[in-house]
């Protein structure tokens, strides 16, 4: 049997590839590409019975898709510092095999039921890339378990796509290592547009380590709050280019504002705020940044919604936890009669659960990674893998 879905444009109904499940099925993910190490399992199970229609026909149901355990563990640095691989690296040897037991406690399995054993291949760090790589490759030769690498990207998309049912969006993905535009047409995520140097995540967290933000629980959301004591819009650089965004320039001109005369630092603020009039505070440049940052994504967006005929965007990634940004894209897409998803912060960052779900998906189509091909890759195109489960 397979599941039917609906085609983006025209009236015609594709039917999916993607073959239902006859038991539940189960998979372990493991993500630890950057400075966040999750692991979580998923089911994937079929429908206790089918649905009927008004004439009392009976119609297929979608396979239920359940979230047993989603548990993640975060290496923090110190404020003005940001993490590198090598104490990444040892950030998730250290915690790794509590993680997984917690998961694997909360989810109420044993590793033995465990279908298959999902993890991120790329991109990402390399060094905390191999940990998490090598970690599965040992579950599955202990467990006799089969593999499945995942793409990052794909997994954040996929997860998003799973937990607000968004049919065929536009995908926003924005992260600390990637900023992407990206269209699903012909089994692939097509990437419409992206940033020619930095990701916008990157550039918020250097932007916080300049005015001296703390990391906890991380610099793009410090930023979010200080920005909503901003009163200030100074001018920055406006990097659209085509279908595409430069994050550099903005982040050049917003730390050379750190060293006009006009900025108080925060030691500073308390000082200077009964007297002066034209000064630039930390709050003003968080509010700046992200005003502007934001408005280029927007733009881009649009215009991808605009090329391919859209008209719901889904926002993942970390960034995309951002409410402002969620707020902003709503504008937009509202004045186009669409909608925007988003998810919350247990699925938007980093986790394990999307590379489960990724995993599972590729799975089901009957597809696992050898283990002579299990090492990890910096560089992985959203656009290099084949979506073998959508239509």
């Not at 040892?90 to 039921?113: L, N, Q, S």
């Not at 410090?222 to 595409?244: C, F, H, S």
Request: aromatic share 6%; proline share 5%.
């Amino acid at each position: 049997m397979t599941q039917s879905s609906g085609s983006s444009s025209g009236s015609k109904k594709k039917v999916s590839p993607l073959p239902r499940p006859s038991r539940r099925l189960l998979c372990l993910g493991i993500e630890g590409s950057a400075n966040k190490l999750g692991v979580g399992i998923i089911s994937h199970s079929p429908p206790d019975f089918p649905s009927s229609d008004s004439g009392g026909t009976a119609k297929p149901t979608a396979t239920i898709v359940t979230v047993l355990s989603n548990v993640r563990h975060t290496y923090i640095t110190p404020p003005g510092e940001g993490f590198l691989p090598s104490d990444t690296a040892r950030h998730h040897r250290e915690w790794v095999i509590r993680v997984i037991e917690e998961a694997v406690r909360k989810a109420g399995v044993r590793m033995g039921d465990l279908d298959c054993i999902a993890f991120t291949k790329g991109p990402g760090m390399g060094t905390p890339l191999q940990v998490g790589a090598l970690v599965a490759r040992t579950l599955s030769l202990l467990h006799n378990i089969p593999l499945v690498g995942v793409n990052h990207c794909v997994g954040h998309i996929e997860m998003g796509r799973q937990i607000t049912s968004s049919h065929n969006p536009i995908v926003l993905y924005v992260s600390g290592g990637n900023t992407q535009v990206i269209a699903y047409s012909q089994q692939r995520y097509r990437i419409f547009g992206e940033t020619l140097d930095i990701a916008v995540g990157n550039c918020l967290d250097r932007f916080a380590r300049v005015i001296g933000l703390r990391n906890d629980p991380s610099p793009g959301y410090n930023i979010e709050v200080e920005a909503k004591k901003g009163k200030r819009l100074v001018q920055l650089p406006y990097g659209t280019k085509g279908m595409d965004v430069s994050l550099a320039g903005i982040l050049h001109a917003v730390e050379t504002y750190t060293k006009d005369k006009r900025y108080r630092s925060w030691d500073q603020l308390d000082l200077d705020r009964d007297g002066a009039e034209d000064v630039i505070t930390p709050h003003d440049l968080c509010y700046s940044l992200q005003e502007t940052a934001f408005a280029m994504l927007v733009e881009i967006t649009e215009r991808a919604m605009a090329h391919v005929g859209a008209k719901d965007v889904l926002i993942v990634g970390g960034v995309g936890c951002n409410l402002r940004l969620q707020q902003m894209m709503g504008i937009m897409a509202s004045e186009r009669g669409g909608r925007v998803f988003a998810t919350d912060e247990s699925f938007c960052i980093d986790n394990g659960i999307m590379i489960a779900q990724a995993g599972l998906l590729s799975f089901r189509m009957g597809q696992t990674t050898p283990l002579i091909k299990t090492g990890v890759t910096q560089r992985y195109r959203t656009d290099a893998v084949h979506v073998s489960w959508r239509a």
